[in-house]
Structures are given as C-alpha cells and as structure tokens.
C-alpha cells in the first residue's frame, strides 16, 4: 500500500493499524475529514465512533453505525442546533449534553476544559461496544511512527482506541489520555494528514491560497539576509514557504499562542529538514515575545479575526526595523465566496453569502474591510491595500472546504449538494473562490 501524501488518509490510517496489528478498533474524533473515509470505505475497522462535540456533520454518512455512535454536544452556541437537528435522524446513537458548555469553534480546549465531564461516559459507552464485533485486543510497548503524514504514538494495552484530533485545542486529548490508558491500548494520531494541521497544510500548499499569501509576500519585497517573522504561524506551513521562495537566504521565526500547533509545526520542519532555516516560539500577537525594532519584515495571514486586531496590529509595528515592512492578509467575511455548482438559487445563495463561516472569531478581531481603515491608522508609509479571490479547485482542499459546508445542510440539502458536486467532479469544473483582504506597508 502506498503512502505517499496524496494517498486518501483513511488508507494511512489503515496502514497505520496494520503496522501495529490491529483489525478493528474505537475511534473518537472531531473533524468530518477525519473519520469520513474510515466510516465510509472501511467500516468493518470502526467498532464505534465518539464525536467530540462536532461543528457539526453528515448524518447520512454515520446511519450504519446505529448504536455504536457516541456524541458529545454542548448546551448552547456553537454548532448545537445543528448536531440536535442532525442527532433526530439517528434515534439509536448516543448523545451527551455538556452543561453550562458553548463549543464555540475549532480552538475551544475541550479536553482541559470538560475532560472530566466526556471521559467517563465515553468509556461507558466503549465498554458496552466492546463484546461482540469489538476492537482487537493488543498489547505494545510506548512507540511512534509515521505513515505518510501520519504521526501515530502507543500507550496502554487492551483494546484498540484510535484518538484523532480534536480539532485545534491546545492540549488535544492528553487531560483524559491517562484515564483511557487504563483500559485501552489507545493509538494517538496527529500530523499533517489529520485535522486542523491537515487543513492548514493542504491550504498552505494550494495555488489559491499561495497566489493571494504571493501577492502580499512580494509586496513586502524581502530582501536576502532579513529577518523575517509570522505572526500567527499555525503549522509553520507559511514560514518553510517563505523559507524555500527565498532560497533558505533569511532567519525565519513564527509566533503562535497555539502548543499543539507549535509542536506540529517543529516536527514538520524537523521532519523536512528544516529546523536550522525555521524556528518557533510561543507567544500572543497581541503582546508579541520580541524586541522593539528587531524584525525586517513581520506579516500575518488569516489570524487578525481571531485577537484583538487593535492591539495585534501596533504589535507588529513595534518589532519591525525603520524601514521594516508590516504585511497582513484576513479573512473577507464581508463578501461572497463563489461556489462553482448547480445548485438552486435558495441553497446557492445561502452557501455563498455572508456569513458564510461557523467560527464567530475574536469580538474584537477583523475579518472585513475595516483592515483598510485600521492600517492608515498605524502611520506607515508606502501602504497598499487590495482585495484578493483565491480559487481552490484541487480535491483536497476541495474536500476540507465541504467538510465545513455539509454539517451545516439539512439531509436533502446535503443530497442535493453531493448530486452537483457529481456532476462537476464529472465535467472537472468544481471550484470554490474565497475572497481576502490585503493590506502591506513600512514602518518609517
């Protein structure tokens, strides 16, 4: 079996199993992207499924697991409507209602927050899956390894549970993983294949999206031998970009307040050969770790909607040389994305039109035209600003992009959603634009 990174991840998860003689297993998770194609394509691996307060998902894609479904939803905000909505046509799954709980988005820290509120009820209901057409029992010393952009590390023995990522919360699953540790042999699964890290990863690598991080990038016209930093630098996808643009000439450093995205981030580079071009820290944009005047070029890509942008953007003002250039892209939630399928008006409309994100962001963050008015604020010189349209067609990304559509649409919507997709996978015209706005400028 091949294990190459185009490789569908539900393969090299298999694989995964499969190195360690496993068969079947527990799974528990969070993003659709995920767990889809085990359900989907290798279903007699999946002994049960726990969703861990979801954004939401796709019902139909989960209808034959029956009763060895488990979800975890919180009591207001976030996606619940959608998971109730979604949870009546599944009338012998499981669900758990966390109380006093709001899932806002993707960051939330589930784990630290609520860990001892989901953990005992998870092993109740993987105890009550686990007799017949249970997982395979095993028993293997602490190890780690990779399949194919897929981070694995054992611990514990009994049967197989397979965490995958919980989205992108700092601690991920290691405030419970001791508790499961104690009856399961519990399979850990990060990397860039999986998760977040996968969606920044894949978006990292997309044409779209490096044609509109390009445009800023060359804007800011980075000179060999400069320092360069990233402000919110997630995976550190941008950062071994830039690195390889301008031929490993620049010390590159990304801040990120996000451990599990810094340890990611460290073992992709490491892994790439780059942990003497790129370097690390943790740190908030809001207050960042570094000196004044100390930086030749700072910028930011799709992380002002998530702090204080009013407090984010003299930050980076202040590390920048004179001289040094400030570069920032957000997101444009104030305009329509462009989906590219016959789909009737209503739904169309519906899909594309502001907002058209389940993740409310900072109260105080920046996702519209305002970065224009705040950047003339910051007393720069040579400022440019522009809009950008980014088009993602590459199936990947594609896929990422519907994983956060689907568990939004009704059953019948989501019919009619695959029926078009179909369709333009058919006639290779599936794309989906998404606008940015940009904003470049030097500290005098």
């Excluded at 199936?395 to 519907?402: A, E, K, S, T, W």
Aim: charged share 20%; proline share 7%.
């Amino acid at each position: 079996m091949t294990t190459q990174i185009d490789t569908p991840v539900e393969e090299r998860i298999v694989e995964v199993l499969r190195r360690l003689g496993i068969e079947r297993a527990h799974f528990a998770s969070r993003n659709l992207n995920d767990w889809y194609g085990m359900v989907a394509r290798f279903p007699d691996s999946v002994a049960s499924l726990t969703l861990v307060c979801p954004l939401g998902f796709d019902a139909s894609a989960l209808a034959s697991l029956d009763a060895r479904l488990l979800v975890f939803n919180g009591d207001r905000g976030g996606a619940t409507e959608t998971i109730n909505r979604n949870m009546a046509g599944l009338p012998s799954a499981s669900m758990v209602t966390l109380p006093d709980y709001v899932y806002a988005n993707n960051y939330a820290d589930i784990a630290a927050e609520r860990g001892n509120d989901f953990a005992g009820p998870m092993l109740d209901f993987l105890a009550g899956n686990g007799a017949k057409g249970g997982p395979s029992a095993v028993s293997h010393p602490v190890q780690d390894g990779e399949v194919g952009g897929v981070f694995y590390k054992v611990a514990g023995s009994g049967p197989a549970l397979v965490l995958l990522p919980l989205g992108a919360a700092p601690a991920q699953w290691d405030p419970v993983v001791a508790a499961l540790t104690e009856r399961y042999c519990v399979v850990t699964l990060t990397g860039p294949a999986l998760g977040m890290v996968a969606s920044l990863e894949s978006r990292g690598r997309t044409p779209g999206y490096l044609s509109a991080v390009g445009s800023l990038i060359a804007a800011a016209a980075i000179q060999p031998g400069e320092s360069v930093l990233e402000v919110g630098c997630g995976t550190g996808v941008l950062c071994r970009w830039v690195a390889r643009q301008t031929g490993n000439a620049n010390p590159i450093a990304g801040v990120d307040v996000n451990a599990f995205f810094l340890r990611e981030a460290a073992e992709i580079a490491r892994r790439d050969g780059m942990e003497n071009v790129v370097s690390f820290r943790e740190g908030s944009a809001e207050s960042l770790p570094f000196d004044d005047n100390s930086t030749d070029v700072v910028f930011s890509s799709t992380v002002i909607q998530r702090v204080n942008a009013d407090r984010m953007l003299p930050e980076m003002v202040r590390v920048a040389k004179p001289g040094g250039r400030i570069a920032v892209l957000g997101h444009a939630h104030d305009m329509n994305r462009w989906v590219n399928l016959s789909l009737s008006p209503a739904l169309k409309a519906r899909i594309e039109s502001p907002p058209w994100v389940d993740d409310p962001g900072h109260p105080d963050g920046c996702d519209d035209s305002s970065l224009y008015r705040r950047f003339a604020g910051l007393g720069l010189e040579d400022t440019r600003m522009f809009p950008f349209i980014s088009t993602f067609s590459e199936p990947i990304r594609l896929r990422f992009l519907q994983g956060g559509i689907l568990p939004t649409l009704t059953p019948e919507e989501a019919e009619e959603w695959r029926t078009a997709v179909a369709q333009a996978e058919s006639d290779g015209t599936f794309f989906i634009s998404t606008p940015f706005h940009c904003a470049v400028g030097t500290k005098p």
